[in-house]
């Protein structure tokens, strides 16, 4: 009997720590559990560690406050010149009230994809196709400012709605097409035309600095020659002025030394002994230096016999 008696103790307090552990829950970061009491709204738990009264409390809902993505299929819209097209979109929200996300509508992703398309296929409907083409930027703001207001008795914040593709029908698409290709056309051709006036423009330029270089030669070997000229002129008249100045010296030294008239007459001499040296056929000798002239003839003979 005792045995049995502690064996049902023994479960019972199994038990008993099984419920504690299970109705311990660890809210972990970035999450929030929406707690429900006999039914009704209780509380919501945030991150840590929490305890749930048994068989009473219970988590109605695990709610995520990461921001979050959703991407809508295509949805067929017409622009004000009646022209259908296909946009999806892409949707970034965040949860920032786990109750009212909870209890505020329900299936709150399919309330938001209805009520994108809605609101683009009326912000598409006021707007031409050209101008559709070109303002995705102004489309999303207004599809933005017109979800985050109507989401917000739901919990939910709308960060930003990006058009993911705006496709036009298959007529409008080749004439887009076959206008890319004409702009593409005369980029090239216009870059093309750039690229040989850039290499006329070197060739010209190359040119030009080359007959500059040419000419900067030429005058470069104008003025070596006219420097070499001129220095061999200044040597030259140098050298006449040393010798004419070494004559003048020696004339000076001979008239400081008073020479006498032997001497003068023996220096004529020589004088008209270099003249008659060249071919000169006749030489008129000075009536002063006639006989001295023949006076010297007639040593000059007896010393050879």
Known sequence: MDL??????????????????????????????????LGAYSATWQTGIHVKIPFIERIAKQVSLKEQIVDFPPQPV?????????IDTVVFFQITDPKLFAYGVERPLAAIENLTATTLRNIIGEMELDHTLTSRDVINAKIRGVLDEATDPWGI???????KNILPPREIQD???????????????????????????????????AAEADKQSAILAAEAIKEAKI?????????IIKVEQARAKAIELINSAAPGDGYLTIKSLEAFEAAADGKATKLIIPSNLQGLAGLAAGVKEIVSE
Do not use: C
């Open 4 to 37: 049995i008696v502690g064996i049902i103790l023994i479960f019972l307090a199994v038990f008993l720590i099984a419920i504690v552990v299970m109705n311990v829950k660890i809210v972990p970061q970035s999450k929030a559990y929406v707690i429900e009491r």
């Open 78 to 86: 017409i622009t004000k010149d009646n022209v259908t097209m296909q």
């Open 157 to 163: 914040k709308v960060n930003r709605v990006e058009l």
């Open 175 to 209: 004439a887009m097409e076959a206008e890319r290709q004409r702009r593409e056309a005369i980029l090239t051709a216009e870059g093309e035309k750039a690229s040989k006036i850039l290499v006329a423009e070197g060739q010209k330029e190359s040119k030009i600095l």
């Open 231 to 239: 220095r061999e002129a200044e040597g030259e008249a140098e050298a």
